[in-house]
């Protein structure tokens, strides 16, 4: 099968990006030719808020390359990752003309959300949810924090919706939850196009010995990302053993303080990826405290991978990747009394680490393997090739099992 890869890759390297290649990879190590047009967001970085947000409605530039490459190589399909802000969905009207299917991959809320993740002023917000025109995001300057280039981004979800470009350009949608397929549900997205897909992982180190004497966090080091709640769980709960941090961002000299005084705090700064799976399979368990709904965090992917569990917050995707009191443990956002119980309760002698560890290894095991993975695209692929793309979908999608329903 010949597969065309649309990404518009971040300034900064993300979950987003990492997903996108590890897909690309898995296809092709299965016999499949993929080509790959990529946009890059270096180019915008001379570009004002508000220009960069008029940008993302439509580039004619943008068209005329995807036209060429679909007349010059014509593939089997078109999958769309990240469109925002050089793509635009112009890319998606040429395929479309070119009588190509399009798998839409929605990695965050952008077709519904100013800033793409439903999140403002340290708490989750969908007043944007269910606008035609999503005016509260202007109002609260969600998109880089400017009122005119929040409002350009509007402008072009609006367009898109009247447009009914989501309705008439993609074949098929991939959302990473069911939380997620809900939300796009409700923000008017055809349901019967939306296929639940999670991420995975593809590089399988086997479960970790899970013998060392420590809770492991690793991530962007920001408010958001629930670092101070951590810290401050962690302080009150007084366990036996340490916490390790790893990562960077904006509270990187706040947490670099905070292991200069307290012996029982670590910072590591940023790891590569090898030393980061290290960290995980040797940890009692991975933290991860976000305070936002998150899309489908790679990281407590591959921790489930390495055996370990994890505490998180009860939000978003988070509730369906992490069974309470099996594979990890929830508890209510913000709500730090409950994070330093879960972390007090990995060192309690009843601890029964060996239960844990092996059902987080195969929940990773039924869910988010690269066989698993390939047989969902698979089974989506042979969905979206039987449809034009333009109207409907030529068969209904039993979820469960992700197959036509004649």
């Known amino acids: 099968m010949k597969i065309l890869t649309v990404h ?26 993929i080509r790959q047009l990529l946009f890059d967001n270096d180019v915008i970085s ?5 220009r960069a947000g008029l940008a993302s409605s439509w580039s004619q530039a943008s068209y005329d390359r995807m036209a060429r490459q679909l007349e010059s190589w014509r593939p089997d399909l078109v999958s769309v990752h990240n469109f925002f802000p050089l793509a635009t969905p112009s890319v998606h009207y040429a395929a479309t003309r070119a009588g190509v299917p399009v798998v839409q991959t929605l990695h965050n809320f952008r077709t519904l959300c100013p800033n793409g993740v439903f999140f403002r002023d340290g708490s989750p917000c969908e007043k944007c949810l269910d606008k035609l025109v999503p005016w ?3 109002a609260h300057a969600c998109y880089r924090e400017s009122h005119a280039a929040s409002a350009a981004v509007a402008g072009m979800i609006a367009v898109q919706k009247l447009r009914k470009t989501w309705h008439r350009q993609v074949t098929l949608f991939f959302v990473l939850t069911e939380f997620a397929r809900q939300k796009f549900i409700q923000g008017g997205l055809p349901p019967e196009r939306l296929v639940v897909k999670p991420n995975f992982v593809q590089s399988d180190l086997g479960p970790g010995a899970g013998d060392g004497d420590f809770v492991f966090y690793a991530g962007r080091l920001s408010d958001e990302k629930g670092i101070p709640l951590l810290l401050e769980a962690w302080r009150s709960a007084q366990p036996r053993g340490r916490l390790v941090l790893a990562g960077d961002g904006p509270l990187s000299s706040f947490v670099q303080q905070q292991a200069e005084s307290d012996p029982s705090i670590q910072f590591l700064g940023r790891l590569s990826l090898a030393d980061t799976y290290q960290y995980m399979g040797r940890a009692r368990a991975f933290a991860f405290p976000s305070q936002m709904y998150e899309g489908m965090p790679r990281v407590i992917i591959e921790a489930f991978s390495r055996g370990t569990p994890v505490i998180a917050h009860r939000a978003g995707s988070m509730t369906e990747m992490i069974r309470q009191g099996e594979t990890g443990w929830l508890v209510d956002r913000g709500d730090h009394r409950a994070f330093t119980a879960a972390l007090s309760t990995i060192f309690c002698d009843e601890f029964d680490a060996p239960r844990i560890r092996s059902a987080a290894r195969a929940e990773f095991e039924r869910n988010y393997t690269a066989d698993h993975q390939y047989e969902l695209l698979m089974s989506a692929y042979a969905i979206a090739a039987k ?15 992700l197959r036509v329903v004649n």
Not at 15 to 33: I, K, N, P, Y
Not at 387 to 401: C, F, K, V, Y
């Open 46 to 50: 001379g570009f004002g808020a508000v």
């Open 8 to 33: 518009n890759r971040y300034q900064l390297r993300g979950g987003e990006d990492e997903s996108t290649l590890a897909e690309e990879q898995l296809l092709e190590s299965r016999g499949h030719e």
């Open 387 to 401: 449809s034009t793309g333009l109207e409907a979908p030529a068969s209904a999608i039993n979820q469960d099992r």
């Open 136 to 138: 509260p995001g202007i």
